[in-house]
């Protein structure tokens, strides 16, 4: 059996959070080991972790595609079935498909 759609941007934000999470990390670790690092891991740190943030949100934008009209789902509506169970969108805000539909 198909996922819902629902289910499969919760699957989605599932796999990017820990890459957007980790270059989060990265960032404050550059941050924090500042003084500590030498020259070429200090440039190096906080590349690296805008990068696994970006590639992250770029994930995100790139999948986050109503099956149905393919038109690009906004970052709240991709995001809310992953995080929030009390106010969830429930429709594409393009083609009006519910999200609770599976996907083919």
């Known amino acids: ?3 819902t759609i629902r289910q499969h941007y919760r699957r989605r ?8 999470l980790g270059g989060l990390v990265l960032l404050v ?32 934008s790139v999948t986050a595609r109503c099956p149905k009209c393919d038109a690009t ?13 009390w106010r969830r969108p429930e429709r594409c805000p393009h083609c009006a498909v519910s999200l ?3 996907c083919a």
Not at 29 to 49: E, F, K, T
Not at 74 to 84: D, K, R
């Open 1 to 3: 059996m198909y996922p």
């Open 13 to 20: 934000m599932f796999i990017a959070m820990p890459l957007y």
């Open 29 to 60: 670790l550059a941050i924090g080991w500042a003084d500590s690092v030498s020259a070429g891991a200090r440039s190096l740190l906080p590349v690296l972790g805008g990068a696994a943030a970006f590639c992250a949100g770029l994930y995100l």
């Open 73 to 85: 789902m906004s970052p709240w509506v991709s995001m809310y079935p992953a995080w929030n169970f």
């Open 100 to 102: 609770d539909e599976h």
